[in-house]
């Protein structure tokens, strides 16, 4: 029977290799060898090392998933593109995405609120650019849409955000024609609509003049 003949750490801290019959099988927590009871000399069965290879991959996907998602929030898209590129399988990764939303570690709703909030208040995108945004990184329409304020109030802020936009890049200066185009031209790549660029640049460059 196959017989588990080495458990090694690895050069990653809490990490172990199994290696079955002399042959390299898994690198593992030390909590997996712990749960599913390796030890040296242990003899499997066909079945059993077939499921421990399964639970293996599933681990190592978690694991990656994990480091992720230390790093900042991802989508769920996104955190499924990742762990793909890394080569994990797709039934591992979709068993992972499952388990991470369930712990509320992947959650697309809180995703796109914080994402929508940052945005508007650091980066000084427009409604526009982060819907295209969101969108890129795999997020619904509709979680999109609910994320996106869209009351009189928010349609204010908006415009006052362009006109910050462009006050903080300075007066209007002559030829107006021509920087008026050059500032429509930036709020349109920050991702405001075509209104409020064009009421932004008006009220902008009217205070310039008065």
Same mark, same amino acid.
Request: overall charge neutral; charged content about 30%; cysteine-free.
């Given at each position: 029977m196959p017989t588990v003949t080495a458990l090694r750490p690895t050069r990653?801290?809490?990490r172990v290799s199994v290696h079955v019959d002399g042959? =390299? #099988?898994a690198a593992v927590g030390e909590s997996f060898v712990v749960g599913h009871g390796? =030890? #040296?000399g242990l003899e499997l069965s066909a079945a059993q090392l077939s499921a421990l290879r399964d639970d293996a991959g599933a681990e190592h996907v978690l694991a990656d998933a994990y480091r992720l998602l230390a790093h900042r929030a991802r989508s769920q898209g996104e955190l499924v593109a990742r762990l793909r590129a890394k080569g994990h399988s797709e039934p591992n990764v979709r068993a #992972? @995405? /499952?388990r991470l939303s369930g712990e509320g570690l992947v959650d697309d709703r809180a995703f796109a609120a914080a994402f929508v909030a /940052?945005?508007? *208040?650091l980066a000084g995108w427009g409604a526009?650019? @982060?819907a295209r945004e969101l969108d890129r990184l795999g997020i619904e329409a509709a979680i999109v849409e609910a994320a996106l304020p869209r009351s009189d109030e928010a349609a204010a802020d908006e415009l006052a955000r362009a006109r910050a936009a462009l006050e903080h890049r300075g007066p209007a200066r002559p030829p107006l024609d021509a920087d008026? *185009? *050059?500032?429509y031209e930036f709020l349109m790549r920050r991702g405001y609509d075509t209104a409020v660029a064009y009421r932004a640049v008006r009220e902008w460059s009217v205070a310039a003049t008065d």
């Amino acid at each position: 029977m196959p017989t588990v003949t080495a458990l090694r750490p690895t050069r990653r801290e809490g990490r172990v290799s199994v290696h079955v019959d002399g042959l =390299f #099988v898994a690198a593992v927590g030390e909590s997996f060898v712990v749960g599913h009871g390796l =030890f #040296v000399g242990l003899e499997l069965s066909a079945a059993q090392l077939s499921a421990l290879r399964d639970d293996a991959g599933a681990e190592h996907v978690l694991a990656d998933a994990y480091r992720l998602l230390a790093h900042r929030a991802r989508s769920q898209g996104e955190l499924v593109a990742r762990l793909r590129a890394k080569g994990h399988s797709e039934p591992n990764v979709r068993a #992972v @995405i /499952d388990r991470l939303s369930g712990e509320g570690l992947v959650d697309d709703r809180a995703f796109a609120a914080a994402f929508v909030a /940052d945005k508007r *208040r650091l980066a000084g995108w427009g409604a526009g650019r @982060i819907a295209r945004e969101l969108d890129r990184l795999g997020i619904e329409a509709a979680i999109v849409e609910a994320a996106l304020p869209r009351s009189d109030e928010a349609a204010a802020d908006e415009l006052a955000r362009a006109r910050a936009a462009l006050e903080h890049r300075g007066p209007a200066r002559p030829p107006l024609d021509a920087d008026r *185009r *050059r500032a429509y031209e930036f709020l349109m790549r920050r991702g405001y609509d075509t209104a409020v660029a064009y009421r932004a640049v008006r009220e902008w460059s009217v205070a310039a003049t008065d």
